[in-house]
């Protein structure tokens, strides 16, 4: 008897191409392959990742799976169908969640879930089916009633999951469901993905620039420049680290931060970040010594996903420079006094309560992370610490200012990075530096050098004349941090600068803000990547407007509740404080 055949691909890539105009550098209007000669399987009831840096493929590549673009060359098939022939009969059968999910912010859940019903031809028998599963499965039962403008970024990701999911597709393709949410909703988005797999045996792509989610996949697809570099089980890309993973133990007086700044200005270190008070770093292979690893202690660490990723971009020759900027004139040295205090400060929008009797202080020259989840305050807080938002009640000095007197002078200090970077997208590189510069009072000659200097630190000279809105991620990110740079600020306020970007422009953001902290300016910084409060001195964790937890990253960290024989990260300690606080709220709650 012959064994069965093995099924049918769900998805099957076969030398796809693809390629666009060129539009971020001088030799604009020249073609670049988005794809080149990608070729993979996905079988049904499986969980794929795609991973790679901005510009790698991989929303192209999902927007070919999902028949909204045709290839060049090559083929693709989905469910069985040519993706070039039939695209209406592949929409008609699959589930598509862009990076920026049309949600209707002025429309309830209930009617965001009934608009994408009605748009797919889902009969009223079908809803009846359906909805019910899509709100156990969501937990967005009890918010029908809410708009979608009035969720929180995890709430409004799963109701975009929910209107993907409502005619029950076959083929699920999600990219980067969880950027901008945080690690709370981050977990649960993923609880809802792989009880997709594994309950309904539906099959799944995601893209994510999260590589700790690529190892709950069954299979990685790693992307470089329109390449496959790796495909495989996690698992399998983590060996190519074996034996090539340690821990090193910063010298007295010098931070993990610094540690690893040395560390990646050696040409054998394939990367390095801070973990646990330590530097966990990737040598090459070779034997040669490394002059910053001299009088070091240095364990073996076993190796991940995210090892393994690292050391194929090394051999693509995907290294990026080591990012460091040089002030003309650093923040004055005078004692290591209070930079930031906070007292007490709340703020109130009619009677809710936003930010709660919330107090701490910053240091001169030091990094601290204010981390929560999505809508527990911290944007608001950095509102008011950049004098944006006035103060309900407390006391909030900066830079020597009372802000609840002062607001313009302390304004004069504080450089703020916002969340989506305020940029505008009609003017180009040099047109948003002048505007930038003039609205903090720089003139003549002056802002002319401002400006050269920005150009030059941040590498942006070759696109100063492209509009800031075809740039690409990382390219916006280093012109927002720039510009709020131009008037040499003592203190820097960057609220969630890293969302959504790849490994490689996360590690070249950090590397910068390492260089400013070293040459004396204070940086306070929110994030949803639990890995980057590594980086900070001291961490505050936020919620419902509260500070629940404070210290150093260590101290934090003690908090956590791994499972057994696995260390404690960030992560296990944002999580368990705040399900700890909110469990002890709904204790009290139900007692009243």
């Known amino acids: 008897m012959n064994p069965p055949a093995d099924p049918a691909p769900a998805l099957a890539a076969d030398n796809l191409r693809r390629s666009f105009r060129r539009s971020f550098r001088r030799n604009a209007g020249e073609t670049v392959a988005a794809l080149d000669g990608v070729s993979f399987a996905a079988a049904p009831g499986s969980l794929t990742a795609l991973v790679g840096p901005d510009g790698a493929g991989k929303t192209t590549f999902l927007r070919l799976a999902a028949g909204l673009m045709a290839a060049d060359a090559g083929t693709m098939t989905v469910l069985g169908i040519d993706a070039a022939r039939e695209p209406q009969r592949i929409q008609d059968r699959i589930g598509y969640m862009p990076q920026r999910f049309g949600l209707y912010e002025d429309l309830t859940v209930q009617e965001n879930l009934d608009l994408y019903a009605d748009l797919h031809g889902v009969s009223a028998a079908e809803k009846q089916r359906q909805y019910p599963r899509l709100m156990e499965m969501t937990a967005l039962g009890p918010f029908t009633k809410r708009l979608a403008g009035n969720l929180s970024g995890g709430m409004k990701q799963k109701l975009g999951i929910a209107c993907a ?15 901008g949410v945080d690690p709370l909703s981050r977990q649960e988005l993923w609880e809802i993905i792989l009880r997709l797999v594994r309950d309904e045996h539906a099959t799944v792509i995601v893209s994510t620039a999260y590589l700790d ?3 709950r996949c069954g299979r990685a697809v790693i992307l470089h420049q329109g390449k496959i570099l790796a495909q495989g089980a996690p698992d399998e890309i983590a060996r190519l680290a074996d034996g ?4 090193a133990e910063p010298p007295a007086g010098q931070s993990a931060r610094g540690l690893q700044a040395r560390l990646l200005g050696a040409p054998a270190i394939v990367d390095a970040v801070p973990e646990g008070g330590k530097v966990r770093f990737i040598h090459d292979a070779g034997d040669a010594p490394i002059d910053a690893l001299a009088r070091l202690a240095v364990v073996p660490a076993p190796p991940r996903f995210e090892d393994g990723f690292m050391i194929l971009l090394r051999r693509a020759g995907d290294r990026r420079p080591a990012a460091a900027v040089t002030l003309e004139r650093p923040p004055a040295r005078d004692g290591n006094g209070v930079a ?5 400060l709340v703020r109130m929008f009619g009677r809710f309560t936003a930010v709660d009797h919330v107090s701490f202080e910053v240091r001169r ?8 989840p999505n809508g527990a305050g911290k944007t608001t807080t950095f509102r ?12 909030l000095r900066v830079a020597g200012h009372d802000l609840r007197r002062a607001r313009a002078s302390a304004r004069e200090h504080i ?14 590189v040099v047109e948003n530096l002048a505007f930038f510069a003039s609205a903090y009072g720089l003139r003549g000659g002056r802002k002319r050098a401002r400006i050269d200097w920005a150009l030059q630190q941040f590498e942006l000279a070759d696109l100063a004349r492209l509009p800031s809105q075809q740039l690409p991620g990382g390219y916006k990110q280093r012109l927002a941090m720039a510009a709020a740079l131009l008037h040499e600020p003592a203190l820097l306020f960057l609220d969630e600068p890293t969302s959504g970007a790849d490994p490689l422009a996360r590690r070249e953001f950090w590397l910068r803000i390492n260089a400013l902290t070293e040459q004396g300016v204070t940086a306070i910084v929110t994030t949803h990547f639990m890995e980057e409060a590594e980086y900070c001195d001291h961490i505050a964790i936020l919620d419902a407007g509260r500070i629940l937890a404070q210290g150093t990253p260590a101290e934090v960290r003690g908090r956590a509740h791994p499972p057994s024989g696995r260390e404690a990260t960030m992560e296990d300690a944002f999580i368990a404080v705040v399900e700890a606080a909110r469990a002890q709220g709904q204790r009290t709650a139900g007692a009243a």
Request: aromatic residues 8%.
């Open 340 to 344: 930031v205090e906070v007292r007490d």
């Open 165 to 179: 999911l409502v005619r029950a597709p076959e083929l699920l393709l999600l990219d980067e469901p969880t950027a």
């Open 384 to 395: 008011m610490l950049c004098g944006l938002l006035p103060v309900t009640g407390g006391t």
């Open 415 to 428: 450089g703020y990075l916002a969340q989506k970077f305020s940029l505008y997208g009609e003017l180009s």
């Open 244 to 247: 090539r993973v340690f821990r």
């Open 213 to 215: 989610e690529a190892e």
């Open 365 to 372: 020259g030091e990094l601290f992370g204010l981390l929560g």
